[in-house]
T-cell receptor, first 111, second 114 residues
């Protein structure tokens, strides 16, 4: 099945600093999804990217899908303590509901 | 949005016993549900795909006789951990989708085998 590499594994930032996590695949992806998992919680869907070069924003979060549809990034501007958690990218095959998750990036925000 | 309910949220059982975990889609029908396992500080690892009315599809390395999956209706899938051992202690979580696109996750079940 499809695999996706996610980096970094951990990121510690001061509150107010920016944060970025990256996902890369060796194959062209049909789509990519991003999830956030708070400590002790379950993954919550953030967004799905489908189009080449797509950029979507949700308040301080910016999601990008590469032109070749092989990589994606999630950028958080001016992090807040509420951003703490692990961010996962996930990919699925065309028409498939099955998701393969990246290893996740655990974000810690120092007040 | 769509809701997936998982029960129980926590369970402690003795070695050798079996534990059943339920996953329900509350406001949509799900012909397919997924069961994941998550170890501390690690990602979600797909264990199996639960298919309504047919056998589950297990990922490589997952023992189908140990992790019994039943998907008897369009809104309910169950995962039974049989003859549990301490190494089965983990966070188990299910997901389902009302359509192609985002997955909705249950709250997860933290299993501790003593």
């Amino acid at each position: 099945g499809q695999q996706v590499m996610q980096i970094p594994q951990y990121q510690h930032v001061q509150e107010g600093e920016d944060f970025t996590t990256y996902c890369n695949s060796s194959t062209t992806l049909s789509n990519i999804q991003w999830y956030k998992q708070r400590p002790g919680g379950h993954p919550v869907f953030l967004i799905q990217l489908v189009k080449s070069g797509e950029v979507k924003k949700q308040k301080r979060l910016t999601f990008q899908f590469g032109e070749a549809k092989k990589n994606s990034s999630l950028h958080i501007t001016a992090t807040q303590t509420t951003d703490v958690g692990t961010y996962f990218c996930a990919v699925s095959g065309a028409g498939s509901y099955q998701l393969t998750f990246g290893k996740g990036t655990k974000l810690s925000v120092i007040p | 949005g769509a809701v997936v309910s998982q029960h129980p949220s926590r369970v402690i059982c003795k070695s050798g016993t079996s534990v059943k975990i339920e996953c329900r889609s509350l406001d949509f029908q799900a012909t397919t549900m997924f069961w994941y396992r998550q170890f501390p500080k690690q990602s979600l690892m797909l264990m199996a795909t639960s298919n309504e009315g047919s056998k589950a599809t297990y990922e490589q390395g997952v023992e189908k006789d140990k992790f019994l999956i039943n998907h008897a209706s369009l809104t309910l899938s169950t995962l039974t951990v049989t003859s549990a051992h301490p190494e089965d202690s983990s966070f188990y979580i299910c997901s389902a989708s009302p359509g192609a696109g985002e997955a909705f996750f249950g709250q997860g079940t933290r299993l501790t085998v003593v």
